[in-house]
């Protein structure tokens, strides 16, 4: 059974199962059968209440035990409290054992155990290291930790640990990059998120529909977004935009690869690649947004360097291979005007590049030439997407086409040298294009 | 299925035992058989000195002349000299691992003005939650520009090095602090 489920409905008609078959409506069997199924169905909703509290429980136990040690009591010895510090992580270690052997099938059991042996793991090396002054940075420390916690992940099949690790993967690499963006060994974090790659993909395969699978994606995009961001700015060779561009388009063009309920609903890689295309289609349309360094030089990079260089083009590359890929099959089953987002950021980059290196820093014909792209993209993209949502009749895809194109107009009123009345008059006509569509919608709806 | 999956935990526990074990065996080395340094502290920022439960620490011996940069990389290894006040310096850098009792891992930093500046593996010093505040005022006032007379002993070996106390007025500062109660 998919989608949500009211569970005062199931009580209700579970309760009303004796009177159908007392009145003939069903049989006995059918009643059994009717019965059956929604108890099947409150009791895989309590389970995933039993593991939520479950998580929350052992995830609190554990910062207690944190708390009491990191109190770094004044009459133990260096040895004792060294001691103590591995005490946590040996009782998380041998409960991980129980319940490999003998809880495997109840995800409660395998969510807190992981959970704790993954704070248990961070406490032992915070405490040694605090005990002995053993120094390092944060990042140090962080990388340790991921890699000793990633294997629990897997053998515990663990999804709140999956997120706390795609969460420490975001926070290593900003650790790592530091304020300067320049420290080496920042692509080291592709290989840590790499790492958990796997996990995503099983869920993906046996719930894609689940909340499993919404969450690590959400998750999983986040901590991609934070890292492509530090590693455009590590390169600095303002790719960014084709970068991110690259990124949305590749979510987005996967969700739409992966639709299975029609075209009306979305998944959730779908959504966030729409909702990340839309966005960066509006940065991209300031010209600010394609103002260049101009000491960057192509040919005197690092190996490092031009590692980060491959990553940001690689979501481009991978968006039009996949874009294409379809396209050549017959298969559009994408926005067309979506899917273009990463060429457009490339032609709108080069452009951008001609520009000569005295004047890249400020304001340019070529940034403007840019900029002036984008904005007819985000108006074509807005345009679009209010198509295809009213072809789908979908209401809430309609009224985002429009919010990417009021988004536009918004952008501009800042940013423009037009008169107020220009402006009045363009909010005047976007807001009437809302008021208009949405009524259009409501009738069509009651007329079906 | 539950064989295995056993199996690998109990490899991937013994991994997550091993970390901290071979981090005390590294530092008990070091604490054991290696030379001791003795750095002085540079003035440090007075809110920034104490962040959760810890001193921050900087040196003054954390640069060197050198007429170029040294190439990017994350790490780079000192080599430590006893200046005339007895207080460790910076003889020179190199890039090439190199082992001894004067060889300290580095982080290289920026250059500026014909010197390189570097991190030094060590910049806190952790306390125990009842005299932190008590520490941190006593460091702040030891290290201020017209009155500097704190420093850490060092033990270096090989390219680690271990922090071994803060002395403030050539008292470890435990010592210090009872002698001195803060305010």
């Known amino acids: 059974m998919t989608g949500p489920t009211n569970h005062r409905a199931i009580r209700w008609l579970r309760a009303q199962l004796p009177g159908l078959v007392a009145g003939g409506v069903i049989t006995s069997d059918n009643a059994t059968a009717i019965d059956r199924h929604y108890r099947e169905a409150e009791s895989r909703a309590t389970s995933f209440g039993f593991v939520i509290l479950a998580v929350i429980g052992s995830a609190l136990v554990g910062a207690g035990i944190v708390l009491l040690i990191a109190h770094n009591w004044d009459d133990l010895s260096r040895s004792t409290r060294c001691l103590i510090a591995f005490l946590p992580l040996l009782l998380a270690q041998v409960m991980g054992v129980f319940v490999l052997s003998r809880r495997d099938e109840s995800p409660a059991w395998r969510e807190s155990a992981s959970i704790f042996n993954v704070a248990a793991v961070g406490t032992a090396i915070a405490l040694v290291s605090q005990t002995y002054q053993i120094q390092g940075s944060l ?50 974090f592709w290989i840590l998120l790499l790492l958990i790659a796997p996990f995503c993909v099983r869920v993906s395969l046996r719930e894609r529909n689940g909340w499993r699978f919404r969450t690590l994606s959400i998750f999983l995009m986040g901590a991609a977004a934070v890292g492509l961001g530090v590693t455009t700015e590590f390169t600095g060779h303002d ?99 979506a899917a273009c987002l990463p060429l457009l950021a490339v032609t709108a980059r080069l452009i951008a590049e001609v520009a000569p290196v005295n004047i890249r820093r400020a304001d340019n014909p070529y940034a403007f030439s840019a900029a002036v792209l984008f904005n007819v993209y985000a108006l074509a993209l807005g345009i679009e997407l209010l198509v295809r949502g009213i072809r789908v009749g979908s209401l ?23 008169s107020f009345v220009a402006r009045g008059i363009g909010f005047i006509a976007v807001g009437a294009g809302f008021l208009l569509a949405n009524f259009f919608f409501f009738r069509q709806r009651m007329r079906a | 299925m539950k064989s295995w999956r056993l199996f690998i935990f109990v490899l991937v526990a013994l991994a997550q035992l091993a970390v901290p074990a071979w981090c005390i065996r590294m530092r008990t080395q070091t604490l054991g058989k290696g030379r001791l340094w003795k750095f002085r502290t540079a003035p440090v920022d007075p809110v920034d000195a104490l962040r959760g439960r810890y001193v ?36 020179h850098l190199s890039a090439t691992a190199a082992k001894g009792d004067n060889v300290m891992k580095v982080q290289p ?13 060590f910049d806190k010093f952790w306390l125990t939650e009842r005299v932190a505040p008590a520490a941190d005022r006593a460091y702040a006032s030891s290290t201020r520009a017209q009155k500097q007379n704190a420093y850490v002993t060092v033990r270096v070996l090989d390219g680690d090095a271990a922090l071994e106390q803060l002395y403030i007025d050539n008292q470890p500062l435990p010592d210090y602090l009872r002698t001195h109660p803060q305010p």
């Open chain 1, 239 to 337: 790719l960014g935009g084709v970068a991110f561009a690259g990124l949305c388009t590749t979510v987005y063009l996967a969700g739409m690869r992966w639709q299975e309920d029609g075209p009306r609903s979305l998944n959730v890689l779908s959504v966030l690649g729409g909702l990340g295309i839309a966005a960066v289609a509006i940065v991209l349309s300031f010209e600010g947004s394609w103002h260049l360094r101009t000491g960057s030089v192509w040919n005197d990079l690092t190996v490092e360097k031009a590692m980060g260089v491959g990553v940001a083009l690689l979501f481009p590359a991978m968006a039009i291979g996949l874009a294409g890929w379809d396209a050549l099959r017959g298969k559009i089953y994408y926005s067309i005007v």
């Open chain 2, 56 to 91: 921050a620490l900087a040196f003054a011996a954390e640069k060197v002349p050198q007429a170029e940069r040294l190439p990017p990389a994350s790490v780079a290894y000192a080599f430590l000299k006893e200046g005339s006040s007895g207080f460790a310096e910076i003889d």
């Open chain 1, 396 to 418: 809430a895809r309609a009224n985002f086409g429009l919010l990417v194109v009021a988004s536009l107009a918004l952008a501009r009123f800042f940013d423009s040298d037009f």
């Open chain 1, 139 to 188: 990042a140090d420390f962080l990388g340790t930790w991921l890699l000793l916690s990633i294997p629990v992940v897997y053998l515990f099949r663990t999804t709140f640990g999956a997120l706390a690790y795609m969460v420490g993967c975001a926070v290593w690499m900003v650790s790592r990059a530091g304020w300067s963006f320049n420290r080496p060994g920042q692509m080291f």
């Open chain 2, 109 to 121: 930093g920026a250059w500026w003005d014909g010197s390189q500046h570097v991190d030094f593996p």
